[in-house]
């Protein structure tokens, strides 16, 4: 079906204000995974799911951000008490993983900018 | 540790010419390889993967890629440049195990000039 969906595709936030991210995956992925773009940096790994469970949360930069998963489709990022240098682009990515060579489809991401 | 690495931040290449993005990886195992292009304001958009045996790749958009296995290089190639090829590419290797993450090189922006 559709490729993968983000909302909103801008967030503007107070610091120390509370966002949430949604990504929705292409139907029948069970792999999903969000990356953070800061400006001018490349991609930077955050968590990657499998199904409704993470069993990679190695990126995840401080204990202010979580994600779940439910239903094995869509996913929420969440960045407790936001600092300003959460700004970034945060890109949602899902795969299905049945090979080595199977790409992530992205999708066009949320940007996220703390004031 | 699997890794890539763009040596390039910015190719500039004048419309109609050949261009080149390079790219070299390092890996424990067989490599699997990936182009990605990011336009302004969008996601990646997936380009090519390297197939084990090929070691000229083709993919969207007229792109190809050449696996140099001696080398350790995945460079981007394509004949004839547009303008509209202007935007940043991305190398990534997928990191061994099974979580299917890629890793990714800093991206190199290409420039195509009319």
């Known amino acids: 079906g559709a490729g993968v969906s983000q909302s909103p595709s801008n967030k503007v936030t107070e610091k120390g204000k509370d966002v949430e991210l949604r990504c929705d995956p292409i139907?029948?992925?069970?792999?999903l995974y969000w990356y953070r773009q800061s400006l001018g940096q490349g991609l930077e790994f955050l968590i990657y799911?499998?199904?409704?469970?993470?069993?990679?949360k190695s990126g995840l930069p401080s204990d202010r951000f979580s994600a779940e998963r439910t239903g094995g489709s869509v996913s929420t990022l969440t960045i407790q008490r936001t600092q300003q240098e959460d700004s970034a682009v945060y890109l949602c990515?899902?795969?299905?993983?049945?090979?080595?060579?199977?790409?992530?489809?992205f999708g066009n991401g949320t940007r996220l900018t703390v004031t | 540790a699997q890794s890539v690495a763009q040596p390039e931040d910015q190719v500039n290449v004048a419309e109609g010419n050949p261009l080149t993005v390079k790219c070299t990886y390092s890996?424990?195992?067989?490599?699997?390889l990936f182009w990605y292009v990011q336009y302004p304001n969008r996601g990646l958009q997936f380009l090519l993967k390297?197939?084990?045996?090929?070691?000229l790749v083709k993919g969207s958009y007229g792109f190809e890629a050449e696996f140099n296995k001696s080398q350790t290089s995945f460079h981007l190639k394509k004949p004839s440049a547009l303008v509209s090829d202007s935007a940043l590419y991305f190398c990534?290797?997928?990191?061994?195990?099974?979580?299917?993450?890629?890793?990714f090189g800093q991206g190199t922006t290409l420039q195509v000039k009319p």
């Open positions: 990515a899902s795969s299905f993983l049945g090979s080595n060579n199977s790409p992530l489809h």
């Open positions: 139907s029948g992925h069970t792999a």
């Open positions: 799911f499998q199904g409704n469970s993470a069993p990679d």
């Open positions: 890996v424990s195992g067989n490599p699997y």
């Open positions: 390297y197939i084990t045996g090929d070691n």
């Open positions: 990534a290797v997928r990191e061994a195990g099974n979580t299917g993450k890629l890793i």
